[in-house]
Each structure stands twice: as structure tokens, then as C-alpha cells.
């Protein structure tokens, strides 16, 4: 009896070797599916992450399809190999990839005792296998399948690479959820700082991460995150790789998370979206001319950019500073009736968009403010009413002799407006007048030409009558005097004195996409541009008069080193201004710093080196503007609403040297008083020549006694006939387009 008993016993478990063998065999041969070679192993090449940089070697932002950015065995700190294994796989260096005795375990309990918490048993090899090729269903038979997949491939790995080209290969492919792959990728996510520069509880952290990577995020569960963390060094001390004294320690420490996300918040992701542009268009062209193609999200190519990471985080830091500041106001100052007024166009917006205003759309929105990010259960209504008393802002810095941008804060917060501020073409108000006294210059006129600062009115424009910001009339300005103090009936006496076509021309040439508008306003800036157009256009002022290509990028470099392409020196210049009235400009507009509307860089600022500059403010301060420059560094920032309709109802706090201005001057500040960053933003003008010293002797205004009554009855008498004259010359322009535009129609072909 029990002979036959053994028999049955032995035959069983012949049997169930026998099954064991064919099944293994099975999956080897291909019967569950296709195995890797080792040809195919050896040839292992992971996505990875294109890396973009400053110019001052700071990461700001990277380029995927999985964020992942690999690095060498010898970036690891020992004691985070010394954790991994520890907790992963204490018998690494003993096995060939599969450990047998962990085998027999998940064996018996995970699969025939059906214990799921029995542990998976799985090396690190076997693990790396599943992380390079997943797992696929087989139903019931899926974990068997999987397993012995996962074994065999774990050999075959450790036939072809060394243990530490295992550990590399694993660490580098490795998910700690959030999108993120790699040790490199986590170490930057969670601690904000290289694999190479972690501490060892950070280390263990990330190694408690692997064994479930949501339930252990640090960020979402810090309890869990700390609790694993100390299993970890526990683990370190039981197989020697920690004192005790120094267990007990660490375990005392508090997690130290310092997340930083900066794909979502990081400090230039507006200026990546124009990088990406830049890039792609690069790489396009030198697949064209090469015929090897690259793919930025991923290849790992490094990326450094023209951006300074000091003066974006100056610039960051004077949104916060100011905006922070003025936003409660404008806020404030949409409180009562004027809130029942935005809440009337706010429905109107809904029921555009087809909301029905009569439903309480209310869930949770994450919402915007100064003191951070929240989660709030509004109304749909409430939503857009915070979306429209919103402050956006744009600002962007640039190097005027290469077009070199230098700093890029496209809006108050990527996450959630996302819409590039920088791009966004509003009117430019009293900024434009620098390009309508450079049209002065270029024509002939001096600094010191008078230009009348009489009230006039326009019949053939629905009377429109220009006002200058203080209502004051009368005397003559001279040209420095009326930028200086932006006066707006010298601008559209200077504009009734200038041939419209070279007006037209100039403000195409300096770089600006929109049409001229027609009419008298157009001195005052009712045209349209925005912060990177005017920027572009001041830089020619700046650079002595020829208009610069904005760049953002420096060198791409593959991640083996090779450099495929480096900012080269600008193409031959374009000139769009003489030297001469570049000159003068430059002077001119250090006037408006020195004693004109933006007099405060100086005061309130403390901004003692030379400056140019000017302000503007457009109608019902819908619109605040400012734009400063030195040789070294063109700045201009914008702020306003996403409405016209929404401001502020008064130049105290809406002017472009209330709202606008402060943004430049708080950054210039940092950057005057850091001694890296000073020499690249500051330098002296070039130096008059004596002879156009003498043309900028004047003084800024004449009162109208101070000129005789017989000659301000000629002056006025020569400005109505040339604005008969300007009148008449447009009637016959008028009427020319007409004729022309009826031929066109009649014959398809124009008048000859």
C-alpha cells in the first residue's frame, strides 16, 4: 500500500515536473509569444527626454514622450545602489538573474497557495524585464506566463551586460509614476536636484517608491512615503550597509520633498513653446540637408537656449512683487455696479458659448490667484467672472545687437493661462511714438524742431479731438520735449508734417506685422503690436539703426556630444534707421527717464545707470506699456485685462508708469545690484558727436507768450494749410485706390 502510495506520489510530481518543463519550454519556444533575442537585448535604446537649458547652465524644461533622462552607473551614489538592492534584491551579485530560492517561494505561496501577498520574488533583472517589455494577458495563465518570461529574458540580460550595466539599465527605465521615468527624472521631480547629489534618505525615498509608485508618491501620500522610506533603511542596516546609530538617525528626518514639476511649473514655460517651434524648424533644415533625421521628445538631445535663468527669476519675481500688489485693487475696483456691469457681459459671453446662464454649473475649478493655486466649487458664472478681473502681463527682455532673448514671462501663470501675453498684439498707445519720431528725424527734422501744441479738431474723423494726458493746450514743443513728457498734440502735429508712405514703411521695416491704421490717432498709437514686435523695434533703436532676428537658441548637441547646430552671427544687417537718428533717439528717449514720464526708474527704482525708455497708456487705460533699453538690453513689458472693457479708471493706478513700468524697474533693480548679471544688461551710450550736441541744446516747451502774436498767427495759419494740404493729398490717394479697385474688378488688371 504504501509502495503504491509513493508510486502515485513519485509519478505526480514526475508529472508535474514534466508539465513545469514543457511549459517553460513552451514559452521559450515562442508559444506564448515572441521572446527577444540576444541580439535584440544587446541593442536596448530607451526613449529619452530632450533636456533644455539656460545659457547659464540651469535646467528650465524638457521634451518627451516618456520623461525619462538617462545617466551613467557612476552618477549613482552608493548608497542608493546599496538601497536598491537592500530592498529589492539582497542576493543581486549571487544570482545570474534569477533567484531560485525567491523562485521556490513565489511558487508554492503566490501561485499554488494563491497568496498574493506572498511577495513576487522577482531580481532586479527579471523586474528591468518587465520594465523594458511589460506583461500581456493569457488569462488565467497570465503571472505563470509572465513569470517565466521575465526569467528567461533576466538570463539572457545577464549573459549580455555586467551587473552594474543591469543596475544602469534598470534605474534608467524604471516608473515612479507622474509620467516619470528614471532615477534622474525622479531625483529632479521630487528633490529638485541631480541623482549624483542625493542624501541617502532621499535615496531611500525613491527606492520605497518602486514597490507601489502612487501609493508611496511623497507628494500625494507623505505618510506612506515616510513610512516606507524608514522600511528602507531599515533594510540598509539589516544587511549592513547602515550603522544602527546612523538608522536611527535618518529615521528621525523629515521626508525634505522638494517637488518641482517643471513641466507644469516651471520658471520659462511659456519661453518653451516658442523653443520647441525654434527647434523643430532646426532640425527640419538639417534633415533636409543631412538627411538624418531626429526626434526631439525622443532622442535626448541637449538644448541650450539664449535664456538667462537669473533674469527670468528677477522678472518672475517683479510679477509676483507688483501684480501680487495690484491685482486685490483692480479686483476691488470690480465690486458693486461695476461687477453688475462685467456680470452682464459675462452672460452675454455664456450664452455666446451656449452656457445657459440659468444653471448652476458648480464643481470643483482649479483657480488662480497670487498666493498660489486652489480648488474651489464655482459657478461657471464666478469662473469667468475671476477669468475676466484677471491682471495678465507679459514681459521680454532681448539683446539688441543679436536679437538674444534673454528673458520670456509670456503671462501670470502657464498652468492655467496658458495664452502667450508676449505675442498678444494690443495698441501700443504712447510707445508707438518712438517710431513716429524716428519717421521725424528720418525726414529731416532735429530734437529741437517745435512742433504746436494746439487743440484741434478732425471733422473728416467724427471730430475726433486729441488731448494731451494733463488737458493742457497751447505753446510749442520741441520734438525731445513732447517725448520726454508725452505730450499727444505735438505727436499728431509731428504726424500732419510726415509723408504717410514713410511712416507706413518704418513701422513695417522695424518689424511689425499689422497695418498702419488710417487717421490722426495713429500718433497717438492706435495701431497694433505686441511686447516682442516692440522689443524688436526698439533693439534697432538701440543697436544704432538695423532690425534684429529674435533667436532662442544657442547650440543643440545630440546626447552623445556631437553638436548639430550653433547660433551663428546674425545675417546681413537690414537697415531701417540712419545712424544718425538712431543716435539721436537713443538720447532722446534717456530724456524720458531722466525728466519725463518715466522719471521714477530713477526714484523710486534706483536704477542710476544710463537708461532709454518710454511709457505708454492706452484709451481708458485699457492697456499700460513700458520699454527700456540700454546698448546691452531691450526690455518691454505689457499689462492689461483680457478685455479692453476691464481696467482700472484712473492713471494712478492704470498709467504705464504705474502698471507697467514697475515690472521693468524691479527686475533692472536685481539686475543693477547683482554683479554677475550687471555687465550684461548695462553699458554706456555711444557718445554725441559735437555737432549733434548743439542740435539737442533747447529746452523741452515755449509758453505761447513767449512767442509773438504775429508769429503764432503764421505758425497756426501754416499748420491749417498743411493740413489742407495733408487733406487734400489723402482725398486724391482715396480716390486713386478707388479707380484703381474698379479697374481691377472691370478689366483685371490695374490703371497703367
Same mark, same amino acid.
Given at each position: 500500500?504504501?509502495?503504491? &502510495? ?7 510530481? &514526475? ?95 503566490? =501561485? ?120 528602507? &533603511? ?36 511659456? +519661453? ?82 451656449? =452656457? ?6 458648480? /464643481? ?23 477669468? =475676466? ?126 497695418? =498702419? ?141 504705474? &502698471? ?50 504775429? /508769429?503764432?498767427? +503764421? ?23 478707388? /479707380? ?6 472691370? +478689366? ?5
Amino acid at each position: 500500500m504504501l509502495r503504491k &502510495l509513493l508510486i502515485l506520489v513519485a509519478a505526480f510530481l &514526475l508529472l508535474l515536473l514534466g508539465s513545469v518543463v514543457l511549459f517553460i519550454v513552451g514559452v521559450n519556444t515562442g508559444v506564448f509569444g515572441d521572446l527577444p533575442n540576444k541580439e535584440a537585448l544587446g541593442s536596448i535604446r530607451h526613449e529619452t527626454a530632450s533636456l533644455v537649458y539656460s545659457e547659464d547652465g540651469r535646467l528650465i524644461g524638457k521634451f518627451f514622450a516618456q520623461n525619462r533622462t538617462n545617466i551613467e552607473f557612476n552618477d549613482f551614489p552608493p548608497h542608493l545602489i546599496h538601497a536598491l538592492i537592500a530592498t529589492e534584491d539582497a542576493r543581486y551579485f549571487e544570482h545570474k538573474g534569477v533567484d531560485y530560492r525567491s523562485l521556490m517561494r513565489v511558487f508554492f505561496k503566490s =501561485l499554488l497557495m494563491r497568496n498574493e501577498r506572498a511577495g513576487g520574488g522577482s531580481t532586479l533583472s527579471q523586474q528591468l524585464a518587465k520594465n523594458l517589455y511589460g506583461r500581456k494577458y493569457h488569462g488565467p495563465l497570465s503571472l505563470p506566463v509572465n513569470k517565466v518570461k521575465e526569467a528567461i529574458l533576466a538570463g539572457r540580460i545577464e549573459d549580455i551586460y555586467s551587473k552594474e550595466e543591469v543596475i544602469t539599465l534598470y534605474l534608467n527605465t524604471v516608473p515612479f509614476g507622474e509620467n516619470v521615468f528614471g532615477v534622474e527624472a525622479a531625483s529632479i521631480r521630487f528633490f529638485n536636484c541631480n541623482t549624483k547629489d542625493l542624501s541617502i534618505e532621499q535615496s531611500a525615498v525613491l527606492v520605497g517608491m518602486l514597490k507601489a509608485n502612487t501609493l508611496y508618491n511623497p507628494r500625494l501620500y507623505p505618510e506612506n512615503a515616510l513610512r516606507r522610506r524608514n522600511v528602507v &533603511l531599515g533594510q540598509m542596516e539589516k544587511y549592513q550597509y547602515l550603522a544602527a546609530h546612523v538608522t536611527d538617525s535618518l529615521t528621525q528626518l523629515p521626508l525634505g520633498l522638494n517637488y518641482a514639476d517643471i513641466s507644469r511649473e516651471g520658471p520659462a514655460n511659456y +519661453f518653451l513653446v516658442r523653443v520647441k517651434q525654434e527647434v523643430q524648424s532646426i532640425l527640419k533644415n538639417l534633415a533636409s540637408q543631412s538627411g538624418k533625421s531626429y526626434d526631439l521628445e525622443k532622442d535626448g538631445l541637449t538644448i541650450t537656449t539664449t535664456l538667462n535663468h537669473q533674469m527670468q527669476q528677477h522678472a518672475l519675481d517683479a510679477f509676483r512683487r507688483h501684480l501680487g500688489k495690484m491685482q486685490p485693487l483692480l479686483s476691488k475696483h470690480y465690486e458693486g455696479k461695476r461687477r453688475e456691469s462685467l456680470t452682464r457681459r459675462a452672460l452675454l459671453r455664456m450664452s455666446q458659448a451656449g =452656457l445657459d446662464a440659468r444653471e448652476d454649473l458648480r /464643481k470643483q475649478r482649479e483657480l488662480f490667484s497670487w498666493e498660489g493655486h486652489y480648488n474651489d466649487s464655482v459657478s461657471a458664472l464666478d469662473s469667468i467672472l475671476h477669468e =475676466l478681473t484677471l491682471l495678465h502681463a507679459g514681459l521680454v527682455a532681448m539683446h539688441p545687437q543679436t536679437g538674444a532673448i534673454k528673458t520670456w514671462v509670456g503671462g501670470i501663470d502657464f498652468r492655467t493661462q496658458p495664452y502667450d501675453q508676449v505675442t498678444a498684439r494690443r495698441q501700443l498707445a504712447s510707445a508707438f511714438k518712438p517710431i513716429l519720431f524716428s519717421a521725424g528725424l528720418e525726414s529731416g527734422l532735429t530734437p529741437c524742431s517745435w512742433l504746436a501744441n494746439d487743440t484741434m479738431v478732425f471733422e473728416d474723423y467724427n471730430n475726433w479731438s486729441p488731448r494731451n494726458y494733463d488737458h493742457s493746450s497751447g505753446g510749442r514743443y520741441s520734438m525731445s520735449g513732447a517725448l520726454a513728457k508725452s505730450a499727444n498734440l505735438p505727436a499728431v502735429s509731428l504726424l500732419l508734417e510726415l509723408e504717410r508712405e514713410n511712416l507706413e514703411a518704418l513701422w513695417s521695416q522695424m518689424g511689425f506685422a499689422a497695418e =498702419l491704421p488710417e487717421g490722426p490717432s495713429v500718433a497717438l498709437g492706435s495701431g497694433s503690436g505686441s511686447a516682442l514686435e516692440l522689443c524688436v523695434a526698439y533693439a534697432a533703436i538701440a543697436n544704432g539703426g538695423y532690425r534684429v532676428t529674435p533667436t532662442s537658441i544657442e547650440q543643440i548637441t545630440t546626447s552623445d556630444g556631437e553638436v548639430l547646430y550653433q547660433r551663428a552671427e546674425q545675417p546681413e544687417k537690414t537697415v531701417v534707421l540712419s545712424a544718425q537718428s538712431a543716435l539721436l533717439m537713443q538720447w532722446m528717449m534717456q530724456k524720458v527717464v531722466r525728466s519725463g514720464t518715466a522719471s521714477s526708474l530713477r526714484s523710486t527704482y534706483g536704477i542710476d545707470e544710463p537708461v532709454a525708455a518710454k511709457t505708454g497708456t492706452s484709451q481708458d487705460y485699457a492697456d499700460a506699456w513700458f520699454g527700456a533699453f540700454t546698448p546691452q538690453l531691450v526690455v518691454v513689458s505689457r499689462v492689461g485685462a483680457s478685455l479692453p472693457e476691464v481696467h482700472f479708471s484712473s492713471g494712478h493706478y492704470g498709467s504705464g508708469s504705474t &502698471l507697467a513700468l514697475p515690472l521693468v524697474g524691479i527686475m533692472l533693480r536685481e539686475i543693477q545690484q547683482n554683479a554677475d548679471l550687471k555687465h550684461m544688461a548695462f553699458a554706456p551710450f555711444p557718445q554725441l558727436p559735437p555737432a549733434l550736441e548743439e542740435i539737442l541744446d533747447c529746452p523741452d516747451y515755449e509758453e505761447p507768450s513767449e512767442t509773438s502774436p504775429f /508769429k503764432t498767427l +503764421f505758425r497756426s495759419k501754416q499748420t491749417n494749410e498743411k493740413r489742407e494740404q495733408r487733406k487734400t493729398e489723402r482725398q486724391e490717394r482715396q480716390s486713386e485706390k478707388k /479707380k484703381d479697385g474698379l479697374l481691377q474688378r472691370l +478689366f483685371n488688371k490695374k490703371k497703367r
